[in-house]
């Protein structure tokens, strides 16, 4: 079986220190990469000195969204009047994932706007995408999608496996796949060892935190092992994110790592 690979999430993992000097941190728990959605207010020449001085690699990045509490704040890719500013967003994304060598930009579907049907929507997202895959094929930057539970983002588009599946499919392009968040697929769907393996050709990167208070794994009502197993077995050779909020300390609760994934 497969060695698993790790990436620590540093909006979530070590706020203990201020964000840059998480990389660091990040480094001396062992981790060799990281992700985060939001690096547009640091400079990405800044990150990436961060990024080599801990000897890490940037596995993900987001595309932009708007501000918490707007209507924008879980991304803009599926707004029918949005198109200019997506685009706008998205290239100024693949700039820092060039810059960072991201693996990847996470691009949001977005919560679908009132009076807009969802097939209008589901449309303008998968247009979208498909522009976005082109602008990125002459890089080393894919695109992730990615479902979202509807009791922590209501209305988001991709309400399932499913729905992101769909939308890869349409667009039907080697460098766009699946983020599978097994938060978020267990809230709302559960039966996850099925899904993942049936999905697995499609998935280009994992995330996880175990709800429904979305802490380490192990610490909720998923489990983990069996869904490490399942991973550990496939052919899957990606990241795995660690996207939770830790109980207590971020140090102390990685001993989650050897207990359920070794």
């Known amino acids: ?65 708007g501000k918490p509490g707007t209507p ?18 998205f290239e100024l994304a693949l700039e820092y994932a060039v810059e960072l060598e991201s693996g990847f930009i996470h691009v949001m579907a977005g919560i679908r706007q009132e009076g807009v049907s969802r ?48 939308v890869a499919e349409a667009v039907d392009a080697d460098n766009v796949g699946i983020m599978f968040d097994v938060y978020h697929a267990q809230i709302d769907e559960g039966d996850l060892v099925p899904k993942l393996q049936a999905m697995l050709p499609q998935i280009f990167h994992v995330q996880v935190a175990d709800p429904p208070r979305r802490h380490e794994p192990g610490t909720g009502e998923t489990n983990f092992r069996t869904i490490f197993d399942t991973i550990r077995a496939s052919d899957y050779i990606g990241w795995i994110g660690c996207e939770y909020s830790p109980i207590g300390g971020t140090v102390e609760g990685l001993t989650w790592i050897k207990e359920l994934a070794q």
């Not at 941190?25 to 990436?48: C, D, M, N, R, S």
């Not at 588009?157 to 729905?163: D, G, N, V």
Request: proline fraction near 3%; glycine fraction near 4%.
């Open 119 to 166: 097939d209008r929507a589901f449309a303008r997202f998968v247009s979208n995408i498909i522009w976005a895959s082109e602008k990125a094929k002459d890089t080393n930057v894919r695109i992730l999608l990615e479902a979202q539970n509807k009791r922590d983002a209501p209305g988001f588009l991709l309400e399932s496996q499913a729905h992101a599946a769909a």
């Open 1 to 65: 079986m497969a060695e698993l690979k790790f990436d620590a999430n540093l909006k979530w993992l070590f706020t203990e220190v201020d964000f840059l000097q998480r990389f660091d941190a990040a480094a001396k728990a062992g981790f060799t990469g990281v992700e985060y959605a939001a690096p547009y207010i640091y400079k990405a020449t800044e990150l990436k000195r961060r990024l080599t001085d801990a000897g890490l690699k940037q596995v993900l990045i987001n595309s932009p969204t």
């Open 72 to 89: 924008e704040r879980q991304g803009i890719a599926c707004m029918p009047d949005k198109v200019t500013q997506f685009h706008a967003d």
